[in-house]
């Protein structure tokens, strides 16, 4: 599935619940009420009609906001899967848990943004904040992963722009 089939599927998803939940809208083109979704999203009403219109998808931190407050799964609003059936317990804002294989997943696919000789202390603020941003998603592992390499790879993108700009 490229890309442009994957947002699309996700504004359907939304749009779906958005109208399930009585977020129906006559006056907007889109049929949905958006100022809601924008202002517990975080974004402006203009990039909130373009998650409903399937023209962008959310940054990775703002799904599980959305799905919060929607009431399903981040896995289901990103990828129409089932939610899993143990929820994760409450965790403490300073502690992280995360599995051994997780950890190892991560450190591996973020070690190629950066030259292991430089900016050592950004790739520690970096790798933490991956981790501890993975550690607290209310979602399956799959989902994680997924979440994960659409993070680095957004982060991959954006380095190669800014070395772009510096040449």
Same mark, same amino acid.
């Given at each position: 599935?490229?890309?442009?089939?994957?947002?699309?599927?996700?504004?359907?998803?939304?749009?779906?619940?958005?109208?399930?939940?009585?977020?129906?809208?006559?006056?907007?083109?889109?049929?949905?009420?958006?100022?809601?979704?924008?202002?517990?999203?975080?974004?402006?009403?203009?990039?909130?009609?373009?998650?409903?219109?399937?023209?962008?998808?959310?940054?990775?931190?703002? @799904?599980?906001? #959305?799905?919060?407050?929607?009431?399903? %799964?981040?896995?289901? /609003?990103?990828?129409?899967? !089932? &939610?899993?059936? =143990?929820?994760?317990?409450?965790?403490?804002?300073?502690?992280?848990?995360?599995?051994?294989?997780?950890?190892?997943?991560?450190?591996?696919?973020?070690?190629?943004?950066?030259?292991?000789?430089?900016?050592?202390?950004?790739?520690?603020?970096?790798?933490?904040?991956?981790?501890?941003?993975?550690?607290?998603?209310?979602?399956?592992?799959?989902? @994680?992963?997924? #979440?994960?390499?659409?993070?680095?790879? %957004?982060?991959?993108? /954006?380095?190669?722009?800014? !070395? &772009?700009?510096? =040449?």
């Amino acid at each position: 599935m490229d890309r442009t089939q994957f947002v699309l599927n996700f504004s359907k998803r939304l749009n779906s619940i958005l109208q399930k939940e009585g977020y129906s809208s006559t006056r907007s083109k889109a049929g949905i009420e958006i100022t809601q979704l924008a202002k517990i999203a975080g974004v402006s009403y203009q990039m909130g009609r373009k998650y409903i219109l399937g023209l962008a998808l959310p940054d990775y931190h703002i @799904i599980p906001k #959305i799905a919060e407050w929607l009431n399903v %799964s981040p896995s289901w /609003l990103l990828f129409g899967e !089932k &939610e899993s059936l =143990a929820p994760k317990e409450t965790k403490s804002t300073t502690l992280i848990e995360i599995e051994s294989d997780l950890l190892q997943y991560i450190l591996n696919k973020c070690i190629v943004l950066f030259p292991p000789t430089k900016d050592v202390e950004k790739i520690i603020t970096y790798m933490v904040g991956v981790i501890y941003d993975a550690s607290h998603l209310n979602a399956d592992k799959k989902t @994680i992963l997924m #979440i994960i390499d659409m993070m680095l790879s %957004s982060a991959i993108q /954006l380095s190669e722009i800014h !070395k &772009e700009k510096r =040449a």
